[in-house]
């Protein structure tokens, strides 16, 4: 990694050297493992539940209605899973990045479980892109395992198939805001 950073791309800073290395470290794990690093991170953006992971009620789109949040955005996917659970967000929530900051919604930096999970402008997802400058993004909990990784679902009209499930690690976990629905 510093190798190509020094000798390739000739970066002028190297204050971004640890963050390179973590990246690397992340996508050697990914692409030797098959994706599981056994510590809960590193399973990809996939359209299938990764391996050790369940959910509590299966996805079904055939339902799923565009009247506030336009098919297959993330807001679109999260609204409407969450109403799978019986759970309510306002059909005017705004972007992904604009759950976290709605009024009359409890809003937690712990990860909880069938909650929405709100990504700000340009904040990482899993380690493995960045939420949209602007708008954001929205997830959903799908499930939490004791080692406090937290697998979610999400759409969005970046990604081949109508929703995908990703894993975050504790850490990454622990740096977002869960919007609890009513």
Known sequence: TEDIMRKWERAGAVDSLSKRQGFAEYWYTFMTTGGDSGTGGGSGITPDIPSGWTLDNPINTSGYIASSYEYKQCTW?????????GI????????GADWQHQAGYTVTTTPTLHSAVSFSGGQTVGGQWNADPVYGHVAFVEAIHSDGSVLISQSGTGFSTVYTFQVLTKAQASQLHYVIGK
Do not use: C, L, V
């Open 77 to 85: 996917f999260t609204w409407n899973r969450a109403k799978e659970f």
């Open 88 to 95: 309510t967000f306002s059909p005017f929530m705004g972007n």
